[in-house]
Nanobody
Framework: QVQLVESGGGLVQPGGSLRLSCAAS????????MSWVRQAPGKGLEWVSN????????AYADSVKGRFTISRDNTKNTLYLQMNSLRSEDTAVYYC?????RGQGTQVTVSS
């Protein structure tokens, strides 16, 4: 079955960087768009970014545009999210998604 395993979260100071990874299995990874979404404490899910199956097309929420970069390695069945210039409002659990399926998430905390 579909399995998505996120990693790379942690505690970082404002202005810092993190790179999230999502290892995918159970489906043909290179045939699907993939997305990152996040959920801040006490809030609903927020779409962050998505990427086409071949990686040529990407889209970002206005809140992260210019700071985050989504990418994928179809040879490794892995999705990435490079996050730079992190802000306190980026604090959330980050999930990779395939359609309506998401992994267990990885916590990102931005705090001094």
């Amino acid at each position: 079955q579909v399995q998505l395993v996120e990693s790379g979260g942690g505690l970082v100071q404002p202005g810092g960087s993190l790179r999230l990874s999502c290892a995918a299995s159970g489906f043909t990874f290179n045939q699907y768009y993939m997305s990152w979404v996040r959920q801040a404490p006490g809030k609903g899910l927020e779409w962050v970014s998505n990427i086409s199956n071949d990686g040529t097309n990407t889209a970002y929420a206005d809140s992260v545009k210019g700071r985050f970069t989504i990418s994928r390695d179809n040879t490794k069945n892995t999705l990435y999210l490079q996050m730079n210039s992190l802000r306190s409002e980026d604090t959330a659990v980050y999930y990779c998604t395939k359609g309506g399926i998401r992994g267990q998430g990885t916590q990102v905390t931005v705090s001094s």
